[in-house]
């Protein structure tokens, strides 16, 4: 706010509460100084990008704290406010690339610092997050086609939702489909090794009296980690 700004303030104010109006001239030029020095920051009036009845003014701020408070209205009754505003206002704002030179960073600061000020006071709307753009990485690519792969291979003939819902019931091919996705080693992409055990690519491992495990055996685990890092590195 300049001088004029936080004259029609201090007046709203002193309406307000005359009893704590200044009793002369000179005392109310000085507060004018004061407040004008202090509150060069804070604008009278934002609007804010959630809607009018979200936006700031500082009157309002002013008229809420007296109406609230018994003691005498300060410079930081209206700044600390403000600050807060500003700081959920900013947090909806993403920083875009200022167009200047990013080498040149006193420039590049005072574009970032102009950018949010003008979100603040709501002279430009907040940027959204944008997803960051560059090139494919091939190693990230590798790995979708190659889960894209293996979870072809798994077989997909029942529509996702009603998979999602099946999965308590069929724990294996959940576990599977996780690995596949996540790019991670399948115990069951290689037969179990465990003599008591031999079960077959594909089939869960099974514990001495025949029954499902519901991990398969150690050393299947490292064999099917071994097999996945000979693929990785070809």
Do not use: F
Not at 80 to 104: C, L, M, Q, S
Not at 124 to 152: K, M, V
């Amino acid at each position: 706010m300049d001088r004029r700004e936080i004259a029609a303030l201090l007046a709203y104010v002193d309406r307000l509460a005359p009893e704590r109006a200044p009793r002369d001239q000179a005392a109310a030029l000085e507060r004018v100084d004061q407040w004008a020095t202090l509150l060069a920051h804070v604008p009278a009036t934002a609007q804010h990008p959630g809607g009018p009845e979200r936006s700031w003014d500082a009157s309002q701020v002013a008229a809420r704290y007296i109406a609230t408070t018994p003691y005498p209205i300060k410079p930081a009754d209206i700044g600390a406010p403000w600050e807060t505003y500003r700081a959920e206002v900013i947090g909806r704002h993403h920083d875009p690339a200022p167009p200047v030179d990013p080498d040149n960073e006193a420039a590049y600061r005072a574009a970032l610092r102009n950018t949010r000020q003008a979100v603040a006071v709501g002279a430009l709307p907040p940027a959204p997050q944008r997803a960051i753009e560059g090139r494919p990485s091939p190693i990230r690519a590798q790995r979708d086609a190659e889960a894209a792969r293996r979870l072809a291979a798994l077989g997909d003939y029942v529509p996702k939702t009603v998979k999602q819902a099946l999965e308590d019931y069929r724990p294996h091919r959940a576990a599977r489909e996780r690995l596949a996705a996540a790019g991670q080693p399948d115990p069951l992409d290689v037969p179990c090794p465990y003599e008591h055990c031999r079960a077959d690519t594909g089939k869960p491992c099974r514990d001495h009296r025949g029954n499902h495990r519901t991990r398969p055996h150690p050393s299947r685990v490292d064999d099917a980690t071994t097999r996945h890092a000979q693929e990785t590195a070809a």
